[in-house]
């Protein structure tokens, strides 16, 4: 055993508690004095796009199946839409586009491009631009508006049908120098369709093509059509009319709307002369009702819920059990006449929009005040199924329809209050289809086209009040208090060309609604070309 010196173990003891002082304040130190950080920022370049053409594409006038020197699918366009264009930094101009399977001689009838010149400095030129037009031709009456859109190598169109009395064209319109090559997808109520001369479809330059949709998919109701090009881009829309034993009863213009998502916003929906009708709840199959058409293009199915939120924020919800591959019909169970926003989500992507009716003879409804409440109508709605002057109470529960199986429910299913018999109410009219909303981040421009009525709707699906100013020209218009989960309802001016400066994620659309007539669109976010673009390596 090692023996110490009591003068070693003090000197010991004593450099020990010195160098626990030290270590201590070492530590108080660094808890207080500034420590050098590495950090390391990441390298980013501002690249500044040369502008390229802002460009619109208009579908161009309604067109007639006609038969031309024995060539039963010829088609003729017979009357020139009203088109209103919105441009800054630069004058607009309209170029007809060529449309060899259209046997139409006037330009006017034709599809257009609407374009700028590009930027030359760092603000991007802009343009918008809306159509319409309404005809109470011997084949084809009711209105038709649409949004000019921008082509897209992806693009998704709710609405159509090919049942007997019901007409709907495919338009491929290509607005490039180069030759498209489409491909075409069609989902149905019996799954996906499966037929020869659906692929490597060639559009020419500045050409449209015009296709039945019944050549590839005859007597299905419910078609949802996807358009993908493998070269060049397409703007898609499709024609739809109806004509109910020898009455032409409406016409429809279906541009693109969102895409594939879990959750879709469809505001603008207006019901008139609706309610009731689909009280026994189910799948919707006649086309004199309203019905949210809903397809999952993917093979694995779910539960779709469609939320229906009137001006209010009172709810109304159904349910259904879809298949993958298919479509499916949704009634509007218990809703009474109204303007509302449809809520449609998914655990899967789906793709949805809107089908409502204007009978013949039936005014439409009267704007609700600044606070949403709906102002009494001075029209009562068609004979409900529960008598004449019968109305049954609004009701907010859920209600489910029965799974979809691939086909669509027969007549004695139970699926709609009406039966399909005509009488006096039903022949003539029109119809709306509206489709799936864009969120609107940054300023937008909407062109208010001619026609009847023109109204604004704006949604807020956030938890917090959005304040949006509305510019007609260079002037302010009004200033609009959206509260959370609301849809705000505004009267328009035709051919207004109204600003949205600092929209803040609201969804929004523009329908024109008359006694028998009805059309809607979806305002579109604006494409700002050659803005900058801030670039970070991997």
């Not at 992806?154 to 030759?179: I, M, P, R, Y």
Request: hydrophobic residues 40%; charged residues 10%.
């Amino acid at each position: 055993m090692t023996k110490r010196s009591p003068l070693r173990t003090s000197l010991l003891s004593l450099a020990g508690v010195g160098g626990a002082a030290i270590a201590t304040v070492a530590l108080f130190a660094l808890a207080f004095i500034p420590q050098p950080q590495l950090r390391l920022a990441p390298l980013g370049l501002t690249i500044n796009p040369v502008a390229a053409t802002p460009t619109k594409v208009c579908p161009g006038g309604l067109v007639d199946v006609i038969t031309y020197k024995s060539d039963a699918t010829t088609f003729a366009g017979f009357a020139a839409p009203d088109i209103n264009a919105v441009a800054i930094g630069a004058t607009s101009t309209i170029t007809p586009v060529d449309a060899p399977d259209n046997i139409a001689t006037s330009a006017d009838v034709l599809p257009q491009l609407i374009t700028v010149p590009a930027s030359t400095s760092d603000t991007p030129n802009v343009i918008a631009a809306t159509q319409s037009q309404e005809t109470t031709s011997d084949v084809i009456a009711g209105l038709a508006a649409a949004n000019c859109g921008e082509a897209s190598t992806d693009q998704w169109l709710v609405g159509g049908s090919t049942v007997v009395g019901q007409t709907s064209l495919l338009f491929l319109t290509n607005a490039l120098n180069v030759e498209s090559l489409v491909d075409v997808q069609i989902f149905t109520e019996n799954g996906r369709v499966d037929a020869p001369g659906m692929s490597a479809i060639v559009v020419g330059p500045h050409s449209q093509r015009i296709l039945s949709l019944a050549a590839f998919a005859p007597d299905v109701s419910e078609p949802v059509v996807h358009v993908v090009t493998t070269g060049g881009q397409i703007f898609a829309s499709i024609q739809q009319s109806v004509t109910r034993v020898i009455v032409p009863s409406g016409v429809e213009l279906i541009t693109p709307g969102a895409g594939l998502a879990t959750r879709h916003i469809i505001p603008g929906v207006a019901l008139v002369g609706q309610a009731q009708q689909d009280s026994e709840g189910g799948q919707v199959t006649s086309d004199l009702a309203p019905a949210i058409r809903v397809a999952i293009p993917g093979q694995v199915g779910a539960e779709v819920t469609a939320t229906v939120r009137d001006t209010e924020g009172t709810e109304f919800v159904v349910k259904a059990n879809v298949a993958g591959g298919h479509s499916i019909q949704l009634p509007f169970a218990g809703v009474p006449d109204g303007f509302y926003t449809v809520i449609v989500t998914a655990d899967v992507p789906v793709v949805a929009g809107v089908r409502t009716i204007q009978a013949a003879g039936i005014a439409p409804l009267p704007l609700p005040d600044e606070n949403g409440k709906p102002t009494p109508s001075p029209t009562p709605s068609r004979t409900s199924p529960l008598g004449a002057g019968a109305s049954a109470a609004p009701t907010a529960s859920p209600t489910t329809a029965p799974p979809s199986n691939g086909s669509a429910a027969g007549s004695d299913g139970g699926s709609s209050g009406l039966t399909g018999v005509l009488n006096p109410s039903n022949v003539g009219g029109d119809f709306t289809w509206n489709a799936a909303a864009f969120q609107l981040t940054a300023d937008t421009l909407i062109p208010i086209p001619e026609g009847r009525h023109p109204t604004l709707f704006l949604y807020n699906p956030a938890d917090a009040e959005v304040t949006v100013s509305l510019f007609s020209g260079e002037k302010q218009w009004k200033s609009v208090r959206v509260t959370p989960g609301r849809t705000v309802v505004l009267e328009l001016q035709p051919g207004m060309d109204l600003r949205v400066k600092e929209p803040a994620g609201i969804f929004a659309s523009v329908s024109l609604r008359g006694s028998g007539y009805g059309s809607a669109f979806v305002v579109s976010p604006i494409t700002r070309l050659g803005s900058s673009v801030l670039v970070y390596p991997r």
